[in-house]
């Protein structure tokens, strides 16, 4: 018997992803597919010549299987059933971002597994782009010196269908997850708080609000602003976003797409004292090559951490300080109020 005996919940678009990557391993096994839509599990058996069962829900799938880990890859409104289900029947879980549909539910979630002992894992594949691991490198620079301006424009035009169009902030709750999860990584700092404006411009093809502005105090003393729209055509920006992180010594850039740079603005040595002239010197950050990337990097992280028994680098304790800048972002947004984060 495998190792690893997994029910993956979820058969949608993103469960492609955690099968490819999970039939690459020799100590996994799927043992369940679970999918109320069961054409959707039957799909994927059939198109990753699985043979396993199928079920429509993950509690007879975990009964009759023995499977001990449960891969979440549901709609975020079935993230904290699933996460529960998998938890009180003695699984390890490991689950799509946004870890939850509110704050509440998050910490519901949390709660749970650490009372069960069992890893809650959260998927942030973005943390594990080469570029992003040399950006932050780059920002330990101490000629950059203390971060006190950062920045992230995030401007695309995807026309998903599905649950994304119906939800009230598809932007902030589905995409931004991602962004400011990337500025805790960045700035090593959680947020204090944020006050956000989110619209959904005249020709949006989204229910909610689709575009935001939000500004947070970071506990390392930066501000950290994020601009961000799902319907905004032309020019797009990368799906990393661009970022620019002005810092007590220079900047640092990011475009989301080349070798992130910066420039530092270096005294001159041998001129008069108070007239010493300042010239900008420009570093280039090294990207690590041929490591994982994307999804099969944080799954290789979750997987590595199960079995040395450790806390993964997104363990469902450190994602929930990224979810609540999600949801004090929205928690902003209808109060019209600056808010602190509730962490
Ligand atoms: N990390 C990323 O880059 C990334 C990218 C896209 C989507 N996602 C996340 O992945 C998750 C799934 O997104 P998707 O694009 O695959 O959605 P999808 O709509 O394509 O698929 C979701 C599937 O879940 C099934 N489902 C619904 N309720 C269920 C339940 N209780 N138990 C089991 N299955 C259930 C649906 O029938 C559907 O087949 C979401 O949380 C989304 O935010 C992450």
């Known amino acids: 018997m495998k190792r690893f005996r997994i029910a ?26 679970v999918d109320p839509v069961t054409a959707s599990a039957n799909a994927r058996k059939e198109e990753f010549h699985l043979d396993c069962a199928v079920f429509s829900g993950l509690q007879d799938a975990i009964k009759e299987t023995g499977a001990n880990l449960v891969f979440d890859i549901t709609p975020p409104e079935f993230h904290k059933p699933t996460v529960l289900t998998a938890l009180r029947m003695g699984c390890d879980v490991f689950g799509e971002k946004p870890m939850s549909d509110t704050l509440e539910h998050a910490r519901e979630m949390k709660e749970a597994a650490r009372k ?7 998927m942030q594949n973005r943390r594990y782009h080469p ?7 780059l920002l330990q620079d101490p000629e950059l010196g203390a971060q006190g301006y950062v920045c992230a424009d995030f401007f695309l035009a995807p026309h998903f269908g599905g649950f994304r169009d119906a939800m009230d902030s598809p932007l902030i709750l589905d995409m931004a997850i991602h962004t400011f999860d990337a500025a805790r990584y960045l700035t090593g ?9 989110e ?16 500004i947070f105090e970071m506990t390392n003393g930066s501000i950290f602003v994020y601009r961000g729209s799902w319907c905004s055509d032309g020019m797009p920006t990368s799906w990393e976003s661009e970022w620019r992180i002005s810092c007590a010594g220079g900047t640092a850039l990011w475009n989301g797409r080349d070798v992130p740079v910066s420039e530092i603005l270096k005294t001159m040595e ?3 004292p108070g007239q010493e002239k300042r010239a900008p010197l420009r570093k280039t950050a090294v990207v690590p090559q041929g490591i994982p990337t994307g999804h099969p990097a944080c799954l290789e992280e979750m997987f590595s951490s199960l079995l040395a028994g450790r806390e993964p680098q997104t363990s469902c304790y450190d994602n929930y300080n990224s979810i609540a800048m999600v949801f004090g972002a929205i928690e902003s947004a209808r109060t019209g109020q600056k808010v602190g984060i509730r962490l």
């Open 131 to 137: 570029q992003i691991i040399a950006f932050r490198d």
């Open 8 to 33: 993956s919940a979820g058969c949608g678009a993103m469960s492609r992803a955690w099968l490819q990557y999970t039939l690459t391993r020799e100590d996994t096994e799927i043992v369940a597919l």
């Open 270 to 272: 041998g001129d008069a």
């Open 189 to 197: 700092a959680n947020a204090k708080t944020v006050y956000c404006q």
């Open 116 to 122: 069960s002992g069992r890893l809650y894992a959260v």
């Open 199 to 214: 619209f959904n411009p005249s020709w949006s093809w989204y229910r909610g609000d689709a575009c935001a502005v939000c």
